[in-house]
Structures are given as C-alpha cells and as structure tokens.
C-alpha cells in the first residue's frame, strides 16, 4: 500500500514537473518558426526573352505551370509584380546585354544589370563591359555559367575582366553546382565536374585577393569544399538561388542547415549568404525559392533578415532607406 501511495505522488510530481517544463520551453529557447516579413533583395535573377528556351517556353520543372507570358514585356511585367508582392526591392539581372537594357528601362530602379557568360552568349570585348560598366547598365560580373564553356576561373582569357572588377570593386558572381544531368554529352560538351567544385576558386583568389567574389548555388552538391573555400576566404559570399526550389525540399533544407552549423564560430557562414531565385523565365519560381527558405524552422528570424537583406546590403554594398 505504501509503495502504492509513493509511486501515485512520484507520478504526480513527474506529471507537475512535464507541464511546469513545457510551458517554460518558450524561455528555454524553444525557436518558433517566425516568418520574415521584411525587404528582400533577390542577388540572382535573368533578363532572358520570354522563348529563349522554346516557344512555347516549357512548363516550370516544380511547380508544373506553364509560362502565360508570350513577349519579354510580359515576362518583365510579371516579374515586377511578384516582386512588388514579395517585398523584394532590388534584383541583380543577368543576361544578353540587350535584354538587360530592356528589363532596366521597364523595370525603372529595380534591377541592377550583370555580367553574363555562356556558350551561346560570350563575354563581350573588355571595351564594351567597361562602357556598360561606367553607364551603370552593369554593376555586377555575373552570372559568369564559366564551367559551361569549358574554363575554370583562373583561365588566362578571364585575366582581364577579374583585373577590371577588382579595381573597381565590381562583385562577381560565378556559376558553382552541377547542372541538369547528361549535359556534358548533350549540349555542353566541355563542361567538367571539377570545374564547379568551389575548391578552384582559390587560384582565382590568390591572383586577386581583393576580388569580391560569391558562390552562385552556394556550391551544391560539395558541401565540405563549399565550407573549406568560404572559411578560408572570409570575403567569399554565396547565393542559395535555384537550390532553393529546384532540388526536393528535405535535400535544400539539409544542405542549408549544414551551412548555418558554422553559426556562431569564428567561420560564421551565416553572415555570408545570400537570397536568390534564379528565375528564369519562370516567374513562380520566385515564390518558392522564398518559401522554401521561409519553411526552414531551424532559422532565426535574424538569420531569416541577414540571408534575405543583410547580407546582400553588406556585399554589394548597397544603400537602403
């Protein structure tokens, strides 16, 4: 009987003691998923025709919508207005000069212009860039799809323009991931999986030390030489853009939550990345690729702002309101 009454008031007082904690979990650190209702400053998006991939263009890989846009008028009008509905108030633009030009004129201050480079579109002459540059049409160097073409970084013929963006503290963004499977025996043959591992960025970087570079898709899939690069070069940022939609959602959330690990330590990665989506010609593209990084529960709201605006403001040196 006594062992009875003991073990009802040990239930009791475990019972007490459960409710007493879990209704302190909030003041123990217990993180509620807090949604980021700020200004966002999306650091990859294109200026691409509405048909650069076909017309008509093909449905979203995702989300399965098919593009109702049938002109680049369309297409930029579209963006904007998600846009305007997402809070984002700058996009960095990267595409055909041409088109760069026209998303500019339409768009008035919200885009600033970068750089492009692929196969099918090569670097204009260093002259060019430089006017484009002093016009303010150009702001960035990137989205440099190097690997595309078969050049790493430090290839010689790039000398020039990375000479130019670190003299004039123009930021660079380069290609860094894999790309849609089979590409180096279809249409890009000259693509190398090493020529995207993040680890060749050190040549580039110890022949221009002051160069401001960052990782376009932050590296996937190297995660290790991702964390290796950017802890031994504290002035390498990266974007999360495409990864941030186009992979299943439990392999972004795992891949980012590796890179927020570094949290607090002396190689903090989390002051250093960056929002982008990576829209295309898919302008639904943009809400997920927010969503996604919204969902991430093991964010802190503060982290949330550096990711989305801060850490972008930091970067390219930006002035806000």
């Excluded at 369309?74 to 846009?83: G, N, P, S």
């Excluded at 595309?148 to 013929?157: I, T």
């Excluded at 089979?182 to 110890?206: C, G, H, K, S, Y």
């Amino acid at each position: 009987m006594l062992t009875s009454i003991i073990c009802q008031k040990v239930i009791r007082s475990f019972i007490c003691f459960m409710i007493v904690m879990l209704s302190a979990m909030p003041l123990f650190g217990c993180q509620v998923n807090q949604r980021y209702t700020g200004p966002i400053i999306d650091v990859h998006m294109h200026a691409f025709a509405w048909n650069r991939y076909g017309s008509p263009p093909p449905r979203n890989p995702v989300s399965r919508q098919l593009p109702s846009a049938q002109s680049d008028a369309e297409v930029i009008d579209q963006t904007l207005a998600i846009m305007a509905e997402l809070n984002i108030t700058k996009a960095i633009i990267s595409g055909p000069l041409d088109d760069v030009r026209r998303w500019q004129e339409q768009g008035g201050g919200s885009f600033l212009g970068g750089l492009y480079y692929h196969p099918r579109n090569p670097l204009p002459e260093l002259d060019v860039v430089i006017a484009a540059h002093q016009n303010k049409t150009l702001s960035v160097f990137g989205e440099l799809g190097l690997a595309y073409g078969g050049l790493y970084p430090h290839d010689p013929s790039l000398s020039p323009y990375f000479a130019y963006a670190q003299e004039m503290q123009i930021p660079v963004g380069i290609h860094m991931a894999l790309g849609e499977p089979n590409l180096a025996i279809t249409w890009a043959p000259e693509f190398r999986v090493d020529q995207v591992n993040p680890l060749v960025i050190e040549q580039l970087v110890l022949a221009y030390p002051e160069l401001k570079i960052y990782l376009m898709h932050a590296g996937w899939p190297f995660l290790d030489n991702t964390k290796a690069i950017m802890c031994m070069f504290d002035h390498i940022y990266a974007d999360l853009s495409v990864i941030n939609w186009l992979l299943p959602e439990a392999e972004f959330q795992a891949y980012l939550l590796a890179l927020m690990n570094t949290a607090g330590g002396e190689c903090d990665l989390s002051k250093r990345l960056m929002y982008g989506s990576d829209q295309m010609i898919w302008p639904d593209a943009i809400r997920l690729s927010i969503e996604n990084i919204q969902n991430a529960s093991f964010l802190s709201h503060q982290q949330k702002a550096d990711i989305f605006f801060n850490n972008a403001v930091t970067f390219f040196g930006l002035v806000t309101d």
